[in-house]
């Protein structure tokens, strides 16, 4: 199982977390909490593997609390204000959920906790040093190399996906599904559509619901994924 902290000052808030930690097999909630500072009293005592924390809190918010702990689990942040999410992913966050959110995007959040977990080795065991920057991919009757900042986009094609990297005039074609990449993507790519994942470091222009990589590519915008693209990008426009 895994263990799970549930942080946020409003009581509503915080008991739908716990009530969506109950309804996840792999999750247990090992304590519910009304600030940081209560949650950093239970970790004087206890360790956890994940924390769902709100970002506006009373006395301590969300990120300084993350920032205050020497080794800090994994953190989702939980919030109603989209101007943080950029800030969230640089501290290491490996989801934002924007609140209201439902039981899916939770459960989204919840899988790439798994993930992550079991990604982790010991020093015995060799996929412990493996690049972070590498992924393997299937491809025909062949296994490729594939620097994961060298993808530009990845794109759904009924039971295939096409990933399309720098250099490269054509895609590597691998059976697989979009959910199991995605969860091994690095926060950075965001789910901009239910055919279309992109690396935000790519993007060159957006125009109403188009991204633009260059001049020849571009990515439309799907109803479902609007609110968060636009957080993020709230989150990165300069204004006067």
């Known amino acids: 199982m895994i263990r799970c902290l549930a942080i946020d000052d409003e009581p509503l808030a915080l008991w739908q977390i716990a009530n969506y930690i109950e309804k996840v097999p792999f999750l247990e909630l090992a304590a519910s909490c009304r600030s940081a500072l209560e949650a950093r009293t239970f970790l004087e005592h206890d360790t956890i593997d994940a924390i769902f924390c709100d970002i506006n809190m009373p006395d301590l918010n969300g990120m300084d609390f993350v920032k205050s702990l020497d080794v800090p689990p994994l953190i989702i942040f939980t919030t109603a204000y989209s101007e943080?999410?950029?800030?969230?992913?640089?501290?290491g966050a490996i989801d934002y959920l924007l609140k209201p959110f439902g039981l899916q995007e939770f459960q989204r959040a919840a899988n790439r906790i798994k993930e992550r977990l079991e990604?982790?080795?010991?020093g015995h065991n060799p996929a412990s040093q493996q690049d972070p920057d590498q992924l393997f991919i299937r491809t025909d009757y062949r296994i490729v190399s594939v620097r994961i900042s060298s993808i530009r986009y990845i794109e759904a094609m009924s039971e295939y996906l096409k990933i399309w990297t720098e250099g490269q005039q054509k895609p590597i074609i691998t059976l697989l599904s979009m959910k199991k990449l995605e969860e091994r993507l690095p926060s950075n790519f965001m789910r901009i559509h239910r055919?279309?994942?992109?690396?935000l470091n790519k993007i060159q222009e957006?125009?109403?619901?188009?991204?633009?990589?260059?001049?020849?590519?571009?990515?439309?915008?799907?109803?479902?994924?609007?609110?968060?693209?636009?957080?993020?990008?709230?989150?990165?426009?300069?204004?006067?």
């Open 195 to 199: 055919s279309y994942i992109v690396n």
């Open 119 to 122: 990604s982790r080795t010991d």
């Open 84 to 91: 943080y999410a950029v800030d969230s992913y640089r501290l």
């Open 206 to 240: 957006v125009n109403k619901n188009r991204i633009f990589l260059d001049s020849q590519t571009e990515l439309p915008i799907g109803d479902l994924y609007k609110e968060e693209f636009q957080a993020y990008l709230n989150a990165n426009y300069l204004v006067k």
